[in-house]
């Protein structure tokens, strides 16, 4: 498994992964109707850092790293990960968080905070768990989750 930063080229790829997850509506907060421009542009803008991961030359993987807020929050990281459908269960979530974590202390943050990680997407909790982060929050009926309707999500916290 390789992890390498984003490059134009990657875009297909990228967007071969974006596409089934959001149309699941069932953990990410983009509209399942989003266009492949709009999240390129959100995925790839200037102010994240943004990385592919490949598994025998394919790209399976992508995540970035952005601000969690602006300003005086900046020295708090956010992230997000995307795994190819294919790849689920091959320990590329592990990797990318892995790796973003030692990235993001690289870029100078301090901590890094997930703002809406969906109750119901037990894997991801588990997984994040795993790696040191700490459920802070619980935000009643902050998803709309396209099956279950309003759902639960968590805020989780992990200093670097």
């Known amino acids: 498994m390789e992890i390498r930063r984003a490059t134009q080229t990657d875009q297909d790829d ?17 509209s399942p109707t989003s266009s492949r421009e709009e999240m390129l542009a959100y995925w790839l803008a ?12 394919k790209v399976v993987g992508t995540f970035m790293i952005k601000d969690n807020q602006p300003g ?6 956010n992230a997000g990960y995307l795994t190819a459908p294919e790849a689920r269960g091959k320990g590329v979530g592990k ?3 892995e ?3 030692a990235a993001a202390k690289r870029l100078g ?4 905070q997930f703002n809406i990680v969906v109750k119901s997407n037990e894997g991801a909790v588990r997984l994040w768990q795993k790696l040191g982060f700490k459920i802070i929050g ?21 200093k670097l």
């Open 99 to 101: 790796y973003s974590l």
């Open 72 to 77: 005086l929050g900046s020295h708090i990281a």
């Open 95 to 97: 990797a990318m968080c």
């Open 109 to 112: 943050y301090r901590a890094m």
């Open 138 to 158: 619980e935000i009643p009926e902050a998803f709309n989750h396209r099956q279950h309707g309003l759902t639960n999500a968590y805020i989780m916290y992990r």
């Open 46 to 57: 200037p102010d994240k850092h943004t990385y592919v991961t490949t598994l025998a030359g």
């Open 14 to 30: 990228i967007w071969r992964i974006i596409h089934p997850v959001i149309s699941a509506g069932d953990t990410l907060a983009f």
